[in-house]
C-alpha cells in the first residue's frame, strides 16, 4: 500500500446544495484525510484550463460553464492509496451507474452535474494538485 495524495473537487451542484459537509465527513470516515482545503470560484478560463484534457470532447463547454457557475470546494486528500480510494467513495462518473453507498449515487443529479471530481491517476493528481494549490499551502499528515 502506498501513501497518496489526490485532488478533489465539490462542484457547484453540492456547494450550492449545503453538500459540502457531509461530503467532507464521508472522505474521513473512509480513512482519506484533508491535507488543504479551501473554496474558490472559477472563471470559465480557469475551468477550461482544468480540464484542458477533454478540449476536444462535445460536453467540454457544457461542463466549463458548469465549473465556472459557482463556487467550488477544492480539497488535497491522502491517505493509503488516495487516488484510487478515493474514486471508490465517488462512484461512477455517471450517477445512474454508481454504487449503493457512493457520493454520487447518494447525491448526484446528471452525468455532467455529479457533484464531486477526483484526480484519476496519480500522474495527473500531481498536475491537478499543482493547478490549484502552492508549495506553502500544502502539508502532510506528518506535520
Ligand atoms: P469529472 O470527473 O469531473 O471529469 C470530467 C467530467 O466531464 C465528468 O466528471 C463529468 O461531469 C463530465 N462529463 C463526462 N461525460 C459527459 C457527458 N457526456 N456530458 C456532460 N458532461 C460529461
Redesign the pocket.
Same mark, same amino acid.
Given at each position: 500500500m502506498a501513501l497518496e495524495q489526490t485532488l478533489s473537487?465539490i462542484?457547484p451542484d453540492g456547494v450550492r446544495r449545503n453538500l459540502v459537509g457531509k461530503i467532507l465527513s464521508r472522505f474521513e470516515e473512509n480513512n482519506l484525510r484533508i491535507v488543504a482545503t479551501k473554496m474558490i470560484h472559477m472563471t470559465i478560463s480557469e475551468a477550461e484550463g482544468f480540464?484542458a484534457v477533454?478540449r476536444e470532447?462535445?460536453?467540454f463547454s457544457? /461542463?466549463t460553464q458548469f465549473m465556472s457557475s459557482g463556487p467550488v470546494v477544492v480539497s488535497i486528500l491522502e491517505g493509503e492509496n488516495a487516488v484510487s480510494h478515493h474514486r471508490e467513495i465517488m462512484g461512477a462518473?455517471n450517477p445512474a451507474e454508481a454504487a449503493e453507498g457512493t457520493i454520487r449515487r447518494d447525491y448526484a443529479e446528471s /452525468?455532467?452535474?455529479?457533484t464531486v471530481?477526483?484526480s484519476d491517476s496519480l500522474e495527473n493528481a500531481a498536475v491537478e494538485i499543482a493547478y490549484f494549490f502552492s508549495q506553502t499551502e500544502r502539508v502532510n499528515s506528518a506535520s
Open positions: 473537487i462542484k480540464y477533454h470532447r462535445p460536453f457544457e /461542463l462518473t /452525468l455532467g452535474e455529479n471530481h477526483g
